[in-house]
């Protein structure tokens, strides 16, 4: 059976065709992320929490999710995948028209996938809460996975590259820059973001540990 990867001579005997569009999965897709956020934004209202800590837990409450669900569903079912209709296979399908790796079972992706659904998916929800909370662990937590996040993307676009990018469209401007090049870049540019504020609230705390530390020194020494 005919299939949109690449490359056309791919063969997936067990494929079976989406039946929702790929612009009424879009569609689901952002509609989740405005519900997402607006319930977000209602639940942190109260507490008067500052716009860039709505946005990191709106950021790692999404990712939460898109690890355990979206992700962990891959990790389980990439076998069967091109078979399934359900919703979440049917996106997965839409996206690997873009990247054909998500129907190959590609051992990179398989790992990063694994490691991402069921490592990093309860560490961001984990890290949502402690934002929410304001607790001074959450930078250690968003460094720790915004760092993960940032090699993961690293690996995902340098495994492609060396594979001469054998796996996407480059005839399609949508689904190589649209889909693979610039959905992807959001876990290169927010991650890059998230690590130097991190790396600058921690290192302004150790400062001032370590004055208060020379100070207490030279009183008792007093």
């Not at 051992?107 to 929800?125: K, R």
């Not at 690590?195 to 609230?201: G, M, P, Q, T």
Request: glycine letters at 4%.
């Amino acid at each position: 059976m005919s299939h949109p990867f690449t490359p056309a001579k791919l063969i997936l005997d067990d494929y079976v065709p989406n039946t929702h569009s790929g612009q009424t999965l879009f569609m689901i897709f952002i509609a989740f992320q405005l519900l997402l956020f607006i319930l977000l934004w209602q639940l942190t209202k109260k507490r008067d929490t500052p716009f860039s800590s709505l946005i990191q837990i709106f950021w790692f409450t999404f990712n939460g999710i898109l690890h355990l669900i979206f992700q962990g569903y891959f990790a389980l079912q990439h076998r069967t995948l091109v078979s399934e209709t359900n919703i979440f296979a049917q996106s997965l399908k839409q996206y690997a028209v873009a990247d054909s790796r998500y129907v190959t079972n590609d051992l990179t992706v398989i790992c990063i996938e694994i490691l991402h659904a069921f490592l990093l998916g309860p560490l961001c929800i984990l890290t949502a809460i402690f934002v929410y909370r304001h607790s001074p662990s959450r930078y250690v937590l968003i460094l720790i996975i915004s760092t993960s996040h940032l090699f993961g993307c690293i690996m995902f676009f340098l495994h492609e590259y060396l594979e001469s990018f054998s796996h996407v469209p480059h005839d399609n401007q949508i689904y190589f820059y649209g889909y693979f090049i610039g959905i992807n870049s959001i876990w290169f540019v927010f991650p890059i973001l998230f690590i130097i504020n991190s790396w600058r609230k921690l290192r302004s705390a150790l400062v001032q540990h370590e004055q208060m530390g020379s100070i207490y020194e030279k009183r008792k020494r007093k």
